[in-house]
């Protein structure tokens, strides 16, 4: 079997997918025509061409432009469907997308239209692809925390139909500590806890993020590696990283992948995971992801074995879900 089929049959769990960010710029394009959205770009082809960034908000701001597209309950549910049917071609078994409410209802879209969209999508994906699938909410961490609690307020009569909460948005300026009233409350609803720390924030913002958030997961987490106390810590509590690669590369996180520490943090005994983030900015679906930093970083065959079981492992399923996945994976082999 080629590197490329061994990465895709590999059963695994995408944990840091912002549906927003699966926007093809031909859907895009057709989504502002149906419903009468214009766009800053003139064509597919420039838009594709605006997607050269220097930092995260750089890509932000074009993120959030091109949501605008996005009104009515059947652009979320061709949005989502259009990704699961990726992620099942690249042997996904198990999805945990997140969403943006702020960006929507800022516009004057309801929670009810996300969520419907979304959650058809969902079901469709498990009847047509076997891919199961779980909604994680995440805070706009440049907004204020305030605007953090009306949000789940409006959340609230909803609240058995989402699985966790998150944090994301732009990180340097505005870190986990302006949240931990707001994640508190959420840990009272009994919510599952992630947070974006350690893409562009320091270290200290993954601290923070354990500490007063409570996370569970790290998504990114990787300038933890300027911190040995944090490595031995991360590696310690075996706590999952959401490491987006290609993501990292076009932000400029690191400047090639050649140069991407996810083989460091590996080596390091750290729970890495690798997922697509934004796939539709950054050049590929998580196979890729996968198959990019295999080729680059020269992970072996029994190293992308742990890191789909990291992901398996690090979802918020339960364990007898999980159980057939894990023994699939244990049965493909490893030369
Ligand atoms: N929102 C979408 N993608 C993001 C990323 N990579 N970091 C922070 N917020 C995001
Ligand atoms: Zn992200």
Same mark, same amino acid.
């Given at each position: 079997?080629?590197?490329? %089929?061994?990465?895709?049959? $590999?059963?695994?769990?995408? &944990? ?10 031909e ?5 502002a ?11 597919v ?7 050269a ?8 701001? &074009?993120?959030y432009?091109? =949501?605008?597209? /996005? !009104? ?10 259009a ?8 042997g996904?078994?198990?999805?945990? &997308? ?12 309801? !929670?009810?239209?996300?969520? =419907?969209?979304?959650e ?22 440049? *907004?204020?925390?305030?605007?953090g609690? #009306?949000? /789940? =307020? ?10 966790g ?5 732009s990180?340097?300026g ?7 009233? $707001? ?10 806890v ?18 007063? $958030?409570k #996370?569970?997961?790290?998504d990114?987490?990787?300038? %933890? =590696? ?9 590696a310690?509590?075996?706590? %999952? /990283? ?9 932000l400029c ?7 991407? @520490?996810?083989?460091?943090? /590996?080596?390091?005994? *750290? ?6 983030d934004?796939? #539709? ?18 992970? @072996? ?8 079981? @990291? ?5 918020f ?9 894990l023994?699939?994976?244990? #049965?493909m082999?490893?030369?």
């Amino acid at each position: 079997m080629d590197l490329a %089929a061994f990465v895709r049959a $590999l059963p695994k769990a995408e &944990l840091h997918l912002h549906i927003e960010g699966s926007l093809e710029p031909e859907m895009m394009f057709a989504l502002a025509h149906r419903n009468g959205v214009r766009l800053p770009w003139a064509s597919v082809a420039e838009t594709r061409a605006a997607y050269a960034f220097t930092d995260l908000q750089s890509f932000l701001d &074009l993120y959030y432009a091109g =949501a605008a597209v /996005l !009104i009515h309950a059947q652009d979320y549910y061709d949005l989502a469907f259009a990704y699961f049917t990726r992620a099942h071609a690249d042997g996904v078994v198990h999805a945990e &997308l997140f969403f943006d409410p702020q960006t929507h209802t800022g516009r004057g879209i309801s !929670i009810e239209t996300v969520l =419907a969209g979304l959650e058809r999508a969902g079901a469709e994906a498990m009847s047509r692809y076997g891919i199961s699938s779980r909604l994680i909410m995440c805070f706009l961490r440049h *907004l204020s925390e305030e605007e953090g609690f #009306a949000t /789940l =307020a409006q959340m609230l009569p909803h609240i058995g139909r989402i699985h966790g909460v998150g944090l994301d948005s732009s990180e340097k300026g505005h870190p986990p500590a302006k949240f931990a009233r $707001l994640f508190e409350r959420c840990r009272e609803l009994r919510l599952h806890v992630v947070a974006h720390a350690g893409e562009e924030g320091p270290p200290a913002y993954i601290v923070e993020a354990l500490d007063l $958030l409570k #996370a569970e997961r790290i998504d990114h987490g990787v300038r %933890a =590696a300027d911190d040995p106390a944090l490595m031995r810590r991360l590696a310690h509590e075996q706590v %999952a /990283l959401t490491v987006c690669p290609l993501s990292n590369v076009k932000l400029c996180v690191f400047d090639r992948i050649e140069h991407h @520490n996810l083989k460091q943090l /590996l080596d390091a005994g *750290l729970k890495v995971t690798i997922n697509s983030d934004d796939p #539709a900015y950054f050049g590929g679906y998580i196979a890729e992801n996968y198959l990019q930093s295999a080729r680059a970083l020269g992970l @072996n065959a029994a190293e992308l074995k742990q890191i789909a079981r @990291n992901s398996l492992e690090a979802s918020f399923v339960d364990a007898a879900t999980r159980a057939p996945w894990l023994a699939r994976l244990d #049965a493909m082999s490893s030369t």
